[in-house]
C-alpha cells in the first residue's frame, strides 16, 4: 500500500485517522473539489484561447542570423518596444541558448512574450522572458 498525505475518519470504525491512498479510496477521492489531475494547470493561469493561433504553418525557410560587426555593441535584452511589432505576425527568435524557432506572438508584458513556438510539426504554447533573447527578426 502507498504512503501519501490523504487522510480518511470516517467515524464508522470508531477508530482514529487512517492513512489512505487516493488511488484505493474512492469515497474520499469523490469529495474532493475539483480533482486533483497533475497534468492540468493551476486555476490562478489562464489557459490560451484559439482566437490567437496562426493562421497556419511559418514560412519554410529559417533565416540567417546578423553577424555582429567587430567592436560594436552587444544588445543585453530585448526592449519590449521593439518586438512590439511583432505582434500576431510570425516572428524568429534566436535566443540566447539553444537554436532558434519560428513563433507567434500574442502577448509582449515589460519582461516576458508568449504565444506559440513551431515545433516542426504543429504549433505548441510557450512564454520566455525577453533577457534570453539574443535577437528576433519579423516577417
Known sequence: MYLCDYFRD??????????CCPLICNDYMDRIQPPI??????????????K???????????PTKQAQ???GYQTYAVDQGSIRRCVNRYIYIWPRRGR?????L???GRKSVSGYK??????IYFG????????FECY
Not at 100 to 104: M, P, S, T
Open 37 to 50: 489531475i497533475p497534468h492540468m494547470m493551476p486555476p490562478n493561469l489562464e489557459v490560451p484561447d484559439s
Open 106 to 108: 500574442n502577448y509582449i
Open 100 to 104: 532558434g524557432f519560428w513563433a507567434w
Open 118 to 123: 513551431w515545433n516542426g510539426y504543429r504549433w
Open 69 to 71: 560587426v567587430a567592436g
Open 52 to 62: 490567437g493561433l496562426p493562421p497556419g504553418p511559418p514560412p519554410p525557410s529559417a
Open 10 to 19: 470516517d467515524g464508522c470504525y470508531g477508530e482514529e485517522i487512517q492513512p
Open 128 to 135: 520566455m522572458d525577453l533577457r534570453e533573447i539574443d535577437s
